[in-house]
């Protein structure tokens, strides 16, 4: 693996790249569960006939089970080649990182579990981080160091 980071991964200096970012973040929210509720469900029956192949056992996946759908979901679309989930895609966004460097599954389970974290803290407040700061950033966008932009170029 090479450590070359590509310029076209650096976040945006133009302020157009930052236009409605916060709003199409919160749609593009709305989407990726909708599609993970989705998901969810096949995601059940697999674990249905694991928990009948184990004796019970597998049926403890099931608390966990919307958790694991969504860490698999984000880790596999945001740390993908596109740099995006489908519902982030839908709204015309990307995540770049301030880095330079690709998003990975890691860092996109990170960013995920953070907002998990802070989400459940601060409920509704998680927001207002991003009405003020320049380039739209949330709490947890700062912790991994990663920017949200509009995925159309200028």
């Known amino acids: ?10 976040a945006p ?7 409605g970012v916060l709003s199409r973040r919160i749609f593009a929210f709305l989407v990726d569960y909708i599609v993970i509720a989705l998901l969810w469900i096949p995601a059940a029956v697999i674990v249905f006939f694991v928990g009948i192949a184990t004796f019970g056992l597998g049926f403890l996946l099931y608390p ?5 759908v969504a860490i698999f979901y ?3 679309t945001m740390g993908g080649p596109a740099q995006a989930s489908p519902g982030m895609r839908a709204m ?3 995540i770049v990182r301030t880095d330079g460097m ?3 599954f890691l860092t996109a389970v990170v960013h995920l579990a953070l907002f998990w974290i802070f989400n459940s803290l601060l409920t509704p407040l998680v927001l ?5 700061t320049s380039r739209k950033r949330l709490l947890h966008d700062f912790l991994v160091g990663a920017v949200m ?5 200028f």
């Open 1 to 10: 693996m090479s450590l070359d980071r590509d310029t076209s991964l650096y």
């Open 13 to 19: 200096t133009d302020w157009r790249a930052y236009s």
């Open 64 to 68: 966990i089970l919307y958790f694991i």
């Open 74 to 76: 984000f880790g596999m």
């Open 92 to 94: 015309g966004l990307k």
């Open 102 to 104: 690709p998003m990975d």
């Open 128 to 132: 207002i981080v991003g009405i003020f």
């Open 149 to 153: 932009v509009r995925s159309e170029q």
